[in-house]
């Protein structure tokens, strides 16, 4: 008996001794151990701990920190002994989180389509139709392309353009194989529009087609082009140089009104006729070149063309009389005719009425040390009834190795002379050119002034 107890006393002081030890492990973890007024045996400690995991799997987790609030529990209550080895714990899944809206957004423009389709930023390209036509913008290079089958259709309103928003930024138009035609302010009021190519399947060009472009410089136009509209260039005041097809047959009404900078044209042999007004304005015109074909020349063809002085006809004396020119025509009548076999009748201006004489101007050497001087052109040169507009050059000084010192304005005929020029008196030889206008012949003389450093 005496064993039996002993042996009931060491069982019971070892169990004492596991559960005080299991309280201070929990107390160094942090957590409290729970109150125990009962020893329970090893299989009621069991069954509690199978009890509890039941629990934790089947009761949904208000948070993170309850559920790992539970686990710990759990754990130190079916803590196994020192001797079994530790089960590795699976991580704990996150609950998915509700999207913000920002992020629903981000979603929802990825599953928008997006504008690359017509405008690609990359290659700048935005493109669209214009009747049975596309028609193509590159920003980078500003090139506007124009291709299909059809034609180009009229345009009563600048708005009426599907590319009306970058009509003024392109800079150059390309018409491809395809177009027949440009119809009415077809390819008119580009503000920066420099150049035009057109190809050959292009056979008609109503009025206004090219109108209003400020800007344009020159264009060429195929050979298959066989009508032109009324006022084909009006107002293209940059325009300098044009190439008309050899189909044309007339020069429509106002078709190079306003083209301030044309300087010169070659009418096509086919053309037989050019139209009322049809060069009004041209104040920059010199020379036009006429076909034999021409028939007939309407009123104030060449109307405020005062620079026109010569027209070349690739015709007889004979054949230039049997034109019916309207007898309000000065641009027409006036001008010398050069004939194709080598004849000239005569211009029926009159001659020039220009007055000029030199004169002697004082420049202090004191102040031309210090700074560049100016002499107005009324004190080196007296001018008196020039017709038409005048323009001034310098031609030499009698000391060449100082006309490096000396400018003279072309327009106002101002002369500047550079600071450091020496003491001395130096002639200076100045031409003067009148350009002339529908009643007067051009005219140039030359005139010598002084110009006095003291």
């Known amino acids: ?13 070892a169990m004492v001794i596991s559960i005080f030890t299991s309280a201070v492990s929990a107390e160094e973890t942090g957590n409290e151990p729970e109150e125990t007024t009962t020893v329970e045996s090893s299989e009621e400690t069991k069954e509690t701990a199978e009890s509890k995991e039941t629990v934790k799997e089947t009761e949904p987790a208000e948070s993170k920190e309850t559920a790992e609030e539970t686990e710990t529990a759990v754990t130190d209550e079916t803590e196994p002994s020192e001797s079994s ?6 991580p704990e899944a996150e609950e998915p989180s509700e999207p913000s809206e920002e992020d629903k957004a981000d979603e929802a423009e990825d599953k928008t389509p997006s504008e690359t389709a017509k405008r690609s930023p990359k290659a700048a390209i935005i493109d669209g139709t214009t009747g049975s036509l596309k028609w193509s913008y590159d920003e980078s290079t500003k090139v506007l392309t ?5 034609a180009i259709p009229d345009f009563i309103r600048p708005a009426d353009r599907s590319w009306y928003e970058y009509q003024d930024q ?13 119809g009415y302010d077809g390819l008119a009021k580009c503000a920066n529009l420099k150049r035009i190519e057109v190809a050959s399947s292009v056979k008609t060009l109503i009025a206004f087609s090219f109108a209003l472009n400020p800007k344009l410089e020159s264009i060429k136009l195929p050979e298959s082009v066989d009508l032109f509209g009324h006022g084909l260039f009006q107002d293209c005041e940059s325009l300098k140089s044009v190439t008309l097809p050899a189909g044309a047959k007339e020069i429509g009404s106002s078709f190079f009104t306003n083209c301030k900078n044309l300087t010169s044209v070659t009418i096509p042999e086919g053309v037989t006729k050019i139209c009322v007004f ?4 041209c104040e920059k015109l010199t020379k036009i ?9 309407e009123e104030n063809a060449l109307a405020g063309c005062p620079l026109l002085n010569d027209i070349y006809y690739d015709g007889t004396e004979s054949d230039w009389n049997k034109i019916n020119i309207d007898p309000n025509n000065k641009g027409i009548l006036a001008p010398a005719i050069h004939l194709s076999d080598g004849k000239v009748i005569p211009s029926k201006k009159s001659s020039n009425t220009l007055y000029a004489k030199g004169k002697t101007a004082k420049v202090k050497y004191r102040k031309l040390r210090k700074k560049k001087q100016t002499v107005s052109r ?3 040169i007296t001018v008196k009834n020039p017709k038409g507009q005048t323009t001034y050059s310098l031609v030499s000084v009698s000391k060449k190795k ?8 072309a327009s106002n005929g101002t002369v500047s002379i550079k600071k450091k020029l020496r003491r001395g008196t130096y002639k200076i030889k100045c031409r003067i050119r009148v350009a002339g206008n529908e009643d007067y012949k051009p005219l140039t003389k030359t005139v010598t002034f002084k110009i006095k450093v003291r």
């Open 1 to 13: 008996m005496k064993i039996k107890r002993i042996l009931a006393f060491v069982i019971t002081t």
């Open 85 to 90: 080895e530790p089960k590795d714990e699976e």
């Open 146 to 150: 124009i291709s299909g089958e059809g």
């Open 170 to 182: 392109v800079e150059k138009i390309v018409v491809e194989e395809g177009v027949t035609k440009i």
């Open 278 to 281: 049809s060069f009004h304005g």
């Open 289 to 297: 070149y006429i076909p034999k074909s021409l028939t007939t020349i």
């Open 378 to 380: 009324s004190k080196v």
């Open 402 to 409: 100082y006309k490096k010192y000396f400018t003279i304005n």
